[in-house]
């Protein structure tokens, strides 16, 4: 079993969304989609090569990256 949901295939993340369980949930999915934003701001930041806004995308991504667990995991200790 993967550490992260991030470590799952998109098509088995999209089916753990779907079973209704509580994690992950609606905050673990609003910080993938914030992440996946933060990565294609990323690639465009890469292209104009703006680098002030390339370091603010890539410290946002990794925020929401690490979110998406982190919401799990908290969400999961709630219940307890």
């Known amino acids: 079993m993967p550490d992260s949901f991030l470590d799952r295939t998109a098509a088995d993340l999209l089916d753990l969304f779907a079973a209704g369980k509580n ?8 910080a993938l989609m914030g992440a996946l934003a933060g990565s294609l701001i990323q690639a465009v930041a890469l292209y104009s090569k703006e680098e002030t806004i390339l370091a603010e995308a890539r410290e946002r991504f990794e925020r929401l990256r690490r979110a998406v667990d982190e919401d799990a995991a908290a969400f999961n200790e709630f219940w307890r």
């Open 23 to 30: 994690t992950p949930g609606s905050g673990s999915a609003a």
